[in-house]
């Protein structure tokens, strides 16, 4: 019971710590999110969003025309056609009566007719006779003498306001349906009369409160009223029962007739007949045209000569933008298309704080520059595509706070990530070459001391000699280890103040090790009878990098002194260097006794540093008995004969260093 609480203790402990290092990287990444989302929440990303929502608007695929709506425009030509403008009442009465006799559903004329004593008297009865004609009115202008009346012998339920909302930016993106004036009337726009009447026809009943806020419904289908913070709006006037306008995408939406072939009759019947028709100026000298940038192609830059206009800036006329409300809800009642949808705030800042943690574990995961950029680019464009599908299906889902949450937490992270476990390396490196520096030196001259007490008494002289020794040695590393970090890992220095250039061929600088370390003072080097010296050729094709270099110096070292230091009466010390078909071989063998435990030999400092040299070769460390008396200590690894092996040998340090790096954080 014991055991299982005290593991269960010391995997928390090793949770804890973890989690303490991803909170020194996770939270400069949520800081951003955080602040991103203050920033959309503050309206600074309004014309950002609106940009990205028109973009996606446009390239949407195409949709089928809609043949239930019919535009007549009045364009420069019917002006000159007519030789006047306004055009007379005599032509547009005209006009009436021949699409009437083709029995549309309904007509819509956009055109201002507010004269009570016109000398042409052709148009009064048609408004009478003619039920299925709506007139036009501004009205909800707060100054009176800026708004416009309808023809006084319409009822108020066979009219409709014009009135347009425009963003700040100058674009067109919302429509009125309904609103009160500034007298307290309660008035419908033209697109809902004229969809209110066409599907009265089919049986489909309207019903709307007393307030202009209220639920607007045609049966079934109500219509998505616009709020202040819909999409990527923030704090925007809602008055009234505004609407996102969902733009039917398509070059040529609606089957559009010039007012000359209407007077010369020269249009298909077929082409009215339970239609609705709406009537407008579509000529550019009358300023009756907005800016839009959510349509490819616009009456405008048809006439231009110019299709699929990559333009963020196109005219679109008043009568097109009516045309697009009022298919917009026909089709919505009829065809269930859908409308432009948002989500509540909460779920948008939930959806904007999930890209930013996805963002955030791709900068922890991916430690590589490249990697990371190009899963935030991947994972950037799935973004998108989600947005542009959802846009497709009528959701607006927002998508620039978005975005910037998952590329900025990513990369935020991915940094902050970088420059931390860039320190943690340092700092295992540090204690990596002061354990090196301390073993390799000072330990091994308070080992032979140590010993010699064992053996016999030391005389004072050889005693003094040995402390001196020893404390050099110790005054040293704080140099040694200087050196080493000015060094950048082009030299490895050794204790004596011996420096290895780590450019020199490997079998040159093996050699050197060998020959300076046999040099050393050390009790079991004296009995040594037979040197052969070492031929370290078979090296000389071997790729390692500078700090696998430096590992097989130490390496070669550690072994020599293990030779010095506990092999008694040795007489032959050699050093073996091969190389076969398949791998490398470095051996150092003695024929001494060695009196010191296995024990000792398994878990030491030397010993751990060949292990590890071996796993960064992917080769193996042993140490054994040598027939008939002695210690045989063998580093082999395999030869990198293909460019892939070299890289896996080479960029293994990499993921030792990151190993220890984790290993270091979680023992602290």
Known sequence: MKIALSTQSNLWKKVHKELKLWREVVLPGLSVVGIIMLVRSTGLLQSQEWLAFDQLLRLRPNEAVDSRVVIVGIDEDDINYVGRFPIPDKEIAQMLSILNSYKPKVIGLDLFRDKRNSADAELVPVWRENPNLIGVEVALNQKQSFNVKPPPELPAQRVGFADLIVDPDGKLRRGLIASKTYTGELKYSLPLRLAQFYLREQGIKFAHGSRSFDPIKFGSS??????????????????????????????????????????????????????????????????????????????????????????????????????????????????????????????????????????????????????TLLSLGVTSTGLVGICYICLVLGWWIPLVPTLLALTSAGLTTFFFDRDLRTLLEQRSLTLKRSFEAIHNGPLQSLAVMLRSFGEKEIESENLRAQLEQLNRELRAIPEYLTQEMLSRNDSVYLEGNEVLDLQTPIAEMLYYVYDITLRR????????????????????????????????????????????????????????????????????????????????????????QAQDLARQLRGRFRRYPHSPQGTVCELAWPIASNWWQQFLYLGNWNFLVKQNIKSISIKK
């Open 222 to 371: 109500r219509l998505v009223r616009f709020l202040p913070d819909s999409g990527g709006y923030v704090g925007t006037d809602a008055n009234g029962f505004q609407m996102l306008l969902n733009f039917r995408s398509h070059p040529q939406p609606f089957r559009t007739i010039s007012l000359r072939d209407v007077l010369n009759k020269k249009i298909d019947p077929s082409w009215i007949r339970d239609r609705v028709v709406i009537v407008g100026m579509t000529a550019p000298s009358v300023k009756d045209n907005f800016i839009i940038s959510a349509v490819k192609n616009t009456l405008y830059t048809t006439a231009l000569g110019v299709e699929n206009s990559a333009n963020q800036y196109q005219w679109i006329y008043g009568v097109e933008v009516h045309a697009h409300a009022t298919s917009q809800i026909i089709s919505h009642v009829l065809d269930r298309r859908p409308l432009l949808k948002v989500w509540s705030e909460i779920w948008e800042y939930l959806w904007i704080l999930a890209w930013g943690l996805l963002g955030i574990i791709l900068g922890l995961i991916l430690q590589s520059p490249a990697k």
């Open 521 to 608: 003072n050390f009790q079991g080097f004296t009995t040594i009878q037979s040197f052969i010296p070492p031929n370290f050729e078979p090296l000389d094709e071997c790729n390692l990098n500078a700090n696998q270099k430096r590992s097989l110096y130490i390496f070669l070292q550690e072994a020599l002194c293990n030779v010095g230091k506990h092999s008694q009466g040795a007489t032959r010390l050699d050093v073996v260097c091969t190389r076969s078909s398949r791998e490398y071989c470095l051996q150092v063998i003695d024929n001494g006794f060695v009196s010191i435990s296995k024990n000792y030999q398994r878990h030491g400092q030397g010993t751990e």
